[in-house]
């Protein structure tokens, strides 16, 4: 691919992207949904974990205690989960609710181009939801979020990178069926299982000793998981929307 080629193939990418953030903005149907599920998970949560949901306290489960910031870590990453996969599942359903799926396959644009423009508009959805978690997490449950930023972030990017790439596969796999809702957390799951346990392992040492400790391996999992599935996201959409 040449450089004019590589140029347009980015334009029209971003051109698509940006045209489902408008469509956003105006119908709110996304967004909104993920932010009210990841507000009402948290304030749950403020409400019933023990010891009014400080970080410093210890709870007590089945097979031992652990400090309550491990527990907050999982719940962190389970709402951000949950709440994408609610994001994920309407990828495709302005297209499919309109008729309009032939129409933007018609793009002159490499079939890689319109997963990138779904991912990039995944993405922007996934990160506003965190944007709002992080700091509701950390002023409720007294979580050191800012002490721990720089690696907070940058388990962030790379989460983010490979639980996009995955939502926006299996979200054309599952608009293609009739419980677009049901089947999206099928297919996806499974595969989202080992970047969780990663983000959950990293984000729990960051929080509660600074850095990342005996917990750095898990940054290799997430790099090695975002280069395979956005691969894997690159070659197979083409023949996922054929």
């Known amino acids: ?20 953030l408008r469509v956003e903005l105006r119908a709110r149907d996304t967004l909104p949904p993920m932010l009210a599920f990841s507000l009402a998970v948290t304030l749950l949560l403020a409400f019933t974990l023990p010891g009014g949901g400080r970080a410093g306290a210890p709870v007590r489960l ?29 990828t495709f359903e302005v297209e499919r609710a309109d008729g309009a799926v032939d129409a933007l396959l018609l793009v002159p644009l490499d079939r890689s181009g319109l997963w990138l423009a779904k991912a990039l508009a995944n993405l922007a959805f ?21 002490r721990a930023a720089p690696e907070l972030l940058l388990v962030v990017a790379l989460v983010d990178v490979g639980f996009v790439a995955v939502g926006t596969l299996f979200a054309s796999v599952a608009a293609q069926t009739t419980s677009r809702e049901l089947m999206l ?24 000793s600074g850095g990342f400790g005996g917990a750095a391996g898990w ?3 997430l790099v090695v998981f975002d280069v395979v599935f956005v691969t894997v996201g690159v070659l197979a959409f083409e023949f996922v929307v054929e």
Do not use: C, H, N
């Open 1 to 20: 691919m040449t450089a004019a080629a590589e140029a347009g193939f980015v334009a029209k990418s971003l051109t698509l992207a940006r045209k489902d």
């Open 62 to 90: 089945p097979f031992g205690t652990v400090a309550l910031v491990d527990v907050l870590a999982g719940y962190l990453w389970v709402t951000v989960l949950f709440a994408g996969l609610v994001g994920f599942a309407r």
């Open 126 to 146: 996934v990160a506003a939801v965190q944007a709002l978690l992080l700091p509701a997490f950390g002023l409720l449950f007294g979580l050191e979020v800012a």
């Open 185 to 208: 957390p099928i297919l996806a799951l499974p595969a989202l299982v080992p970047p969780f346990v990663g983000a959950f392992e990293l984000t729990s040492t960051a929080l509660s």
């Open 219 to 221: 940054l290799g999992l």
